[in-house]
T-cell receptor, first 113, second 111 residues
Framework: QKEVEQNSGPLSVPEGAIASLNCTYS??????FFWYRQYSGKSPELIMF????GDKEDGRFTAQLNKASQYVSLLIRDSQPSDSATYLC?????????????FGTGTRLTIIP | EPEVTQTPSHQVTQMGQEVILRCVPI?????FYWYRQILGQKVEFLVS????????KSEIFDDQFSVERPDGSNFTLKIRSTKLEDSAMYFC?????????FGSGTRLTVV
């Protein structure tokens, strides 16, 4: 069974601080890694994807991937109340982009004003 | 910005009835998917569809489920005889060069 594990939270972070979200995956053959944001009752919204080991930055968001440790993380800098949501980690087995996504259970993040 | 459209947004049905959930994927995308999310649980893959046939399906996608692309734009998920445990959000997604895009979902409630 290929699993994606996340701490369900809730994770509470003061406004303006850095939020750190973590994810581990069991399938060592996984190649593509995604972070989605999901507001209650809404569909997942893509924040970032990463394929290579190391860091990838996009605005206030940084994704970090360590394939040897089978670990991917998301950092949110200068956290805003609008960042309060559930963050879903998802993986696929290839870089082709046409594969199914395997999701974690998500981490609920609350930004405290 | 192109989007995946799902209808209806909410469907209530009696146990044992057939339901059809509809999706219009992004027009130049070639890969289509259905996922579901039971309340409070994770998003689960149901089925993927490419070149007018199923390319992969999960254990959840049993004989009660079917998918169809009846014309050049619609992509449907049919549940033949709904059970209480089919109550969930159903998300359609399509994938192309610009990546995965999810629809806004259909909330299915089986009573």
């Amino acid at each position: 069974q290929k699993e994606v594990e996340q701490n369900s939270g809730p994770l509470s972070v003061p406004e303006g601080a850095i939020a750190s979200l973590n994810c581990t995956y069991s399938d060592r053959g996984s190649q593509s890694f995604f972070w989605y944001r999901q507001y209650s009752g809404k569909s997942p919204e893509l924040i970032m994807f990463i394929y290579s080991n190391g860091d990838k930055e996009d605005g206030r968001f940084t994704a970090q991937l360590n394939k040897a440790s089978q670990y991917v993380s998301l950092l949110i800098r200068d956290s805003q109340p609008s960042d309060s949501a559930t963050y879903l980690c998802a993986v696929t087995p290839s870089n082709f982009g046409n594969e199914k996504l395997t999701f974690g259970t998500g981490t609920r993040l609350t930004i405290i004003p | 910005e192109p989007e995946v459209t799902q209808t209806p947004s909410h469907q209530v049905t009696q146990m044992g009835q057939e339901v059809i959930l509809r999706c219009v994927p992004i027009s130049n995308h070639l890969y289509f998917y259905w996922y579901r999310q039971i309340l409070g649980q994770k998003v689960e893959f149901l089925v993927s569809f490419y070149n007018n046939e199923i390319s992969e399906k999960s254990e959840i996608f049993d004989d009660q489920f079917s998918v169809e692309r009846p014309d050049g734009s619609n992509f449907t998920l049919k549940i033949r005889s709904t059970k209480l445990e089919d109550s969930a959000m159903y998300f359609c997604a399509s994938n192309g060069e610009d990546g995965y895009t999810f629809g806004s979902g259909t909330r299915l409630t089986v009573v």
